[in-house]
């Protein structure tokens, strides 16, 4: 890997059926996230990460535990989503997220 290429992960979320059939889907948002990480020679998609069925605001989501542990294990540099909101409802959350 150069200096210039960054490992990134990807992570959808939708906490509902209802959300997954008239908001954006899994498959919308894996669709969407695909097609910017295209647009970046320099990224090396190295995982996906999904939840389906999980609210934001639950920090216990299994794929949202798994990209803190690449994260702390130096496994990906940068995690793209759709909307800070697929990764965390809640701003207290949300924000210690940003940070870490």
Same mark, same amino acid.
């Given at each position: ?18 959300? *997954? ?11 969407? =996230? $695909? ?6 020679? @320099? ?25 803190? *542990? ?11 989503? =759709? $909307? ?6 809640? @701003? ?9």
């Amino acid at each position: 890997m150069t200096l210039a290429q960054a490992r990134v992960g990807k992570y959808v979320r939708v906490s509902t059926d209802r959300q *997954a059939e008239h908001g954006i889907s899994l498959e919308e948002q894996n669709e969407r =996230l $695909d097609s910017e990480i295209t647009k970046h020679p @320099e990224w090396i998609l190295t995982e996906s990460y999904t939840d389906g069925g999980y609210s934001g605001s639950n920090m216990k989501r299994p794929g949202f535990q798994k990209v803190l *542990a690449d994260a702390e294990e130096g496994k990906i540099d940068v995690l793209v989503v =759709l $909307d800070l909101d697929r990764a965390n409802r809640n @701003e207290v959350n949300r924000r210690w997220f940003e940070q870490y």
